[in-house]
Each structure stands twice: as C-alpha cells, then as structure tokens.
C-alpha cells in the first residue's frame, strides 16, 4: 500500500473542503448535520462502487439499485464555514468542527467548546491505498482509556479494546461464542468512549476487511486503532456523540432505523431443522400443537425449517415435500386455528440440480462468473449451487412470485431469509447492478440485504395496512429497515450464555435492536436439563425468544424436553409474557426513536464505573435489570446494582435494595434475577399469552415517577398516528394518574394497579 501523506487545499464544492491527496485521490471533508461529519476519498478513475445501500438518513429508503455514493440526500447539510491558517484548513457547521492538517495530511474532529479533539487521525501515514489491489486504510490515535464497542455480530466481551476483527461473513454453525471470528454480518462500526466522551465511526464500504481497536502495537506510530476495506472506497462518517446514546441513536437514523414488528412476533416461538427434516414432520407438527395445550405452553409463532423443501437429503427453494406435507395448506390452517403464525425458512442458493434451475439460466438472473458468463459456482449445504442476484429486475421478479405462489399462497405469514452469507469464493463474480455490473466482492453483504427488503415488500403488498416480520440472519447495516434478527447457530455450551449476552449487546449497540438467542443453544451436544433451564430464562427477556436447535444426537430442543423441568421452563416463559406490554413499548421507542430496548449498565448509568465494566447483565429499558444465571450449578447469583435514589426491588419477592452495590439473591431453577428500579412504573400483560389484560406495577410510589404504555391493534402500520394509543402514567400527590393519548381504544378495559416494595394495595380504571 501507499501512504497518503501530503494534501493541497483545492477549494470548496458547495459545502464540502477538497483535498489533493496524491496519486490523483481526491479527499472531500463534509459536515452533514450538527453531530455528523464525513470524509469521502475518491480516486482520479472515479469510485470502485458508486453507490450503497445502508444509508438511509431519517428513513430515506435506497431503491434496489442502491443510493449513490455522491448523494446528500436526507441530510440537512448546515452552511459551512471554511478558513486557512498555518498549515491547516478548518470547516465548522453547527456544532461541529474539522481541522485538516496538510503536512502530514490527517483530520482532527471537535465538538464546540471543547478544546481537544474526540476523534483524531494519526499523525503517521493516517491514509493507504492500493492502486493495485483496489485496498484502502485508515488510522487513528488511542488514547489508553478508551473503550470500543459494536461490530454488530461479533464474539467476545463487550469491550472491543485490544481485539482485531475480521470484516466478513461464513456460516459458522456451532460456533464459539468467545472466540470465533468471523461470524454472519459484515458491519464496520465501532464506537469509542473515553475521556473525551463518546464518538462513532462507519466505513460505508461492503467489502471485507478488518477492523483493528489495538491489537496491533507499532513504535513508529504511537497507540492507534485502524479500519482496512481489501477493495472498495474509502467513505466514513463520524458521530460526534457525546454519550454512547447519542451515538447509537444517530447511528440508527443515519441507517434507517429498526423496523416496527407485530405485536406476535416478539412472543415465545418454536423452530427446528429435525422437525421439518423427519419424515413424518406434519404428524410431529400435530404433536407439537397438542402438548403446548397440555402444557400450557403459549407459543405464537412455528419456524419451518427448510425441511419443507428436501428431494432425498438436499434443499430446493419453494420446493414442497408432498411426502412429509400432504396438505400444505391444511396443515398451515391447523397452526393458524391454535393461535401460532407461521414463518418459512428460505435460502437464496440453487443446488445445481434444482428442479427450477433452468429458468434462472435462461433469464440469467444467478450471480455471474465475468470471464465466461456462467453461473458463479458456490459450495452449499447439500453440494454446489449458485446464489439468486438480487440487484437483477429479472431475478427479483422471479424470487417474489415464489414467495407468493410457493409460500405466502399456502399460508405462510412471513420468511426467514437464512444462509444468506453470500460465501461466493469466485474472485471474478459479477452482479448485474440493475443494469450496471460490478464485481460481487465490492458488495457481498448488499445481496442478503436486498433479499430480506423483497421478502418484506412481498408480504406488504400482500397484507396492506399491517405491519410486516421479516427476519434475516447475513447482511449488514440497513437490514433493520426490514428485519429482525439473531445470534446465529450458537453452540449448546455454557460459555455461548455468558458470550451470547456481549454479542447480543453489541449488536444492540450497533442498530439491530429487534434481537435474540436461539433458546438452548443450536448445535452440539444435547443440552443437559439445568442448562436447558438456564437458556430459557436467558432468552427469555431479549426481543426475540425462538427455541431453535439442530443437536448432534437429533434430539429437538422443545419446552416438555425434560418433564421435570417443564415447570421451570414454564416459569420463564411465562415471564416474557407477564412484560410483554413493557417489552412492547419498549420495541414502539426502538422503532420511534432509536432507543434499544436491551443495553449495557453503562447506557443508564454512564457515570457508575463499576456498571460501565459490567458485562454479565443488561439492562431491559430504563428501568429492569437482569441478571441470567451463566454458571453451571449455580443456585444464587451475585450482581452490582447500579447507584440510584430509592434503590432497586427484587422484582420476585419485593425486597429492595440500595444501589452502588453488588447483593446476592437466590436463583433456583426456573427464576431469572430480575430487579426493578425505584419510582418505575411497568406495564404488566398475562403470563398465559398476550391478550388484554393489564396491570400497572407500582415500584414504591416516588413522587414525579412517570411511565408510559403504548397500545395498537398488534399490527396496524399506522402505529406513528392513528393507529395507536399511548398510555401515561404519573405519580403525583402520591396517586397514580391515568391519562391516554390517541384516538383508537385500547385493548383493554381496565388497568389493575399492583404495588412492590410497599403494604399498599389498590386498583384503578
């Protein structure tokens, strides 16, 4: 590579500085909004990739063929303020402030009044490129005390300090939880708090690389932290904070925010490749609805694993296996009369031998190898195939009708886009762009992306008026736009607990707040009783509670695995429901305002040290922290509540507690730690299942405390206006007031109010 080191001042192009940085790269320094700056490095050619598809500021959908790399579109882009002085040229816009330094060329990044930068380049060869292989870098200061956290889908700690990740995607099936690296999606996001308070960085670049917040120690360059794209365009922008908040809100803005889901889609739901794999998988389905009545399970949704679709042992897409489904539609119906909505598992590879292969190569809609022409060959699950290119009108067309005329016609509610990492390997692929091509490596993660945006508008425009569930397991950052989705095939192991939870909160972290866990863990060994139990109550209280497995011994993870455990199974299902109204309004808030509903301690309480560095619990909104139980033969569990006026409460036996200070409750078998904060006012739903019932738990009455509920129909996609009631709740003299807002009836006749950690009883209208 090439350094970069040298840079002439060129002039303004309307708000934007230019900057000759040599080897005919021209570098552009924009303010975009007050707290958003962005650095675009272009070269003499033009760009290698002309566009994206995970900028999407305030909502601003990209079509298919993507947004184009030049586009302001969305932003506000305030009047800047460009002035030159030794050596150094400085833009200020509303509240933010960029001085370039032209010998050695580098960008320092600060807030107004503040003196010291919060983002800085080195000051060694900040930029490398490659006119050769197309690679880009680039390199900032550290300071020691700063912490790193994001990278969506990462193993690991929740502080990224000191690690060095892999920008890539596989399908790492059991993987390690800690260790593994790297994982299904490709999102090049970092956020850095420190001293100088909390910054964001995005790479708009699609291709791999590596993101490095340490690892590396070089003499001739001071501490530094880097992003490396093997190929593509160096494009990033800056979010100047000042709180981690901050930064994952505007994160999520700049990307197009989380996608609103039905209200069944975040109750408990069952999936397993053995159920569809088995050949008498409509029979077992029978069973499966009938033992969650004598169970008294409440489960609202059954993932089909792709099972469905098999020919001997091998997966076709929108293939029905008439053996094991005589009745696809009956068998739909029989799901949809117990109450369970019904999602399809859909994968974007055809096997060479797939009975519809041939359509695609007529109309030539597969990812192309660009020397001969051909199909781009791919490994696979079951053999070789080639991947649908969905940047291709004629592709898409064809995808669309066969989730309408293979799945949506016979009852499926929605698709889960799984084994979409693109593992295309072909160094000449090529995507046909919507009519301009460019290589695959350029974009790998855009076609999972685009698959998932299909397969929401597909049942969109088939339901108009409500709101869609689409999930996805590759892609990167947009996918939320559409989707919900998770972990990925965890390893049935104790460690996959305590790694699953800093995996599932830097994803968070990083803009996918719809998120879970596949309960039980999804491929090893056969989870042993007590981890069973512990997996369930982990799972529990994430947005996402679907027990999905694929164990080594065959054996399905399903809530009566274990007859004596089922009560305790029973126990922590039973507490996502009695939350669910809480969970709920937590999601509207994700969705309205870019507000995860699970984070770290150190969102809610910044300026705890102690809740900064803690890792083994997250907080559910602003006001319930849990503390999952990770250690085999564990029977009680030790956890820091943070520092708070009035303290915490045992949220199962009422016990309050003083903050600032670790406690010890009991945890036997079937109870999740969970703690209240005083003055919360939570919304309480019925543990059997969502329906109208609801409750208001009083959290010792503190004077000023208020809260709030949002309610709609479960599925209206009015639910920023009509659609929707809101609920306040406030205490005020001591009582509790009621008021709502909105013009749809609730759904609901009654709130009882329920009081904890007093003697007082009550109820209220």
């Not at 999407?56 to 305030?78: I, K």
């Not at 199909?375 to 989730?403: C, E, M, S």
């Not at 089922?566 to 305002?593: F, G, K």
């Not at 639910?719 to 929707?724: D, S, V």
């Amino acid at each position: 590579m090439k350094a970069l080191t040298q840079g002439r001042y060129l002039g303004r192009d309307g708000e934007a500085a230019l900057f000759d940085v040599g080897l005919g790269h021209t570098l552009a320094v924009r303010i975009l909004e007050g707290d958003i700056g962005r650095v675009t490095l272009k070269p003499q050619d033009g760009y290698r990739l002309d566009r994206g598809w995970s900028i999407a500021p305030g909502g601003l959908e990209p079509a298919y063929d993507g947004r184009p790399r030049d586009s302001l579109a969305g932003f506000a882009c305030p009047k800047v303020s460009v002035s030159e002085s030794g050596g150094a040229v400085t833009l200020s816009a509303g509240g933010l402030t960029a001085e370039v330094t032209l010998s050695p060329f580098g960008i320092a990044w600060r807030r107004d009044g503040e003196d010291k930068p919060f983002l800085q380049d080195r000051t060694t060869q900040a930029y490398l490129v490659s006119p050769r292989t197309g690679a880009v870098a680039h390199f900032m200061a550290r300071d020691y005390a700063e912490r790193h956290y994001g990278l969506g889908d990462k193993a690991g700690p929740l502080d990224r300090t000191g690690r060095r990740f892999a920008i890539d995607a596989v399908d790492p099936c059991g993987f390690d939880a800690e260790l593994s690296d790297p994982l299904y999606k490709m999102l090049p996001f970092f956020i850095v708090d420190g001293p100088a308070g909390a910054h964001g960085i995005f790479y708009d670049n699609l291709s791999t690389g590596s993101v490095d917040l340490g690892c590396t120690l070089d003499n001739y360059h001071g501490l530094f932290r880097s992003w490396k794209g093997d190929d593509g365009d160096l494009d990033y922008y800056v979010m100047a904070g000042p709180t981690v908040p901050d930064v994952v809100r505007r994160f999520s803005w700049l990307t197009g925010g989380q996608a609103f889901a039905p209200l069944w889609s975040f109750g408990f739901g069952v999936t397993s490749m053995a159920i569809a794999d088995a050949p008498d998988a409509d029979a077992r389905i029978s069973d499966f609805i009938g033992k969650l009545e004598t169970h008294r399970i409440p489960c609202d949704s059954f993932h089909f694993g792709s099972g469905y679709t098999q020919i001997g042992h091998r997966r076709y897409a929108f293939n029905w296996n008439r053996d094991k489904f005589p009745d696809p539609k009956a068998t739909m119906q029989r799901l949809n009369d117990a109450g369970i909505f019904t999602v399809a598992n859909l994968k974007p590879c055809l096997l060479d031998d797939h009975p519809r292969l041939q359509e695609a190569l007529d109309d030539g809609f597969l990812v192309k190898d660009g020397k001969t022409g051909e199909p781009a060959v791919a490994q696979f699950w079951d053999g070789l195939g080639f991947h649908l290119d969905y940047t291709n009108p004629k592709g898409r067309a064809w995808w669309r009708n066969g989730i309408e005329t293979a799945l949506l016609d016979y009852g499926f509610t929605t698709v889960w886009n799984d084994n979409n990492e693109y593992e295309i390997w072909d160094e000449d692929a090529v995507c046909d762009g919507d009519g301009t091509p460019f290589r695959q490596a350029l974009a790998r993660p855009a076609q999972p992306l685009l698959m998932t945006k299909l397969s929401y508008e597909a049942q969109a425009d088939r339901q108009p008026g409500k709101r869609q569930y689409a999930i996805t397991r590759g892609g990167c950052a947009g996918i939320s736009r559409y989707a919900q989705t998770w972990s990925g095939d965890n390893e049935t192991a104790w460690k996959t607990l305590r790694y699953n939870l800093t995996q599932g909160l830097n994803m968070s972290l990083s803009g996918m707040f719809s998120i879970g866990h596949d309960v039980g863990g999804f491929h090893g060994p056969t989870p042993g009783p007590e981890l069973f139990v512990r997996f369930n109550e982990f799972c529990s209280l994430w947005p996402r509670m679907v027990m999905n497995s694929w164990n080594d011994d065959g054996v399905v993870n399903l809530p009566w695995m274990y007859p004596e455990m089922v009560p305790q199974v029973r126990e922590a299902i039973s507490l996502r429901y009695r939350l669910m109204p809480y969970l709920y309004t937590l999601m509207w808030r994700a969705s309205r305002d870019g507000t995860p509903a699970i984070r770290p301690l150190l969102w809610d309480f910044p300026q705890d040290a102690i809740a900064a560095k803690t890792d083994d619990a997250f907080m559910l909104g602003p006001d319930v922290l849990v503390a999952p139980v990770l250690e085999e033969g564990a029977r009680e569990r030790s956890v820091y509540l943070p520092a708070h006026p009035g303290g915490w409460y045992d949220w199962h036996e009422g016990k309050h507690f003083a903050g600032g200070a670790f406690v010890t409750v009991a945890a036997p078998l079937g109870r999740l730690p969970v703690f209240v904060r005083a003055g919360a006012l939570i919304p309480l739903g019925n543990p059997e299942g969502i329906d109208g019932q609801r409750e208001l738990l009083v959290c010792g009455v503190v004077e000023g405390a208020s809260g709030e509920l949002y309610e709609d129909d479960g599925e209206t996609s009015d639910w920023r206006g009509a659609g929707a009631t809101i609920i306040r709740f406030n205490v005020r003299g001591g009582e509790i007031e009621i008021h709502q807002e909105g013009q749809t009836e609730p759904q609901f006749d009654r709130i009882a109010i329920r009081h904890i950690g007093t003697d007082g009883t009550g109820s209220g209208a």
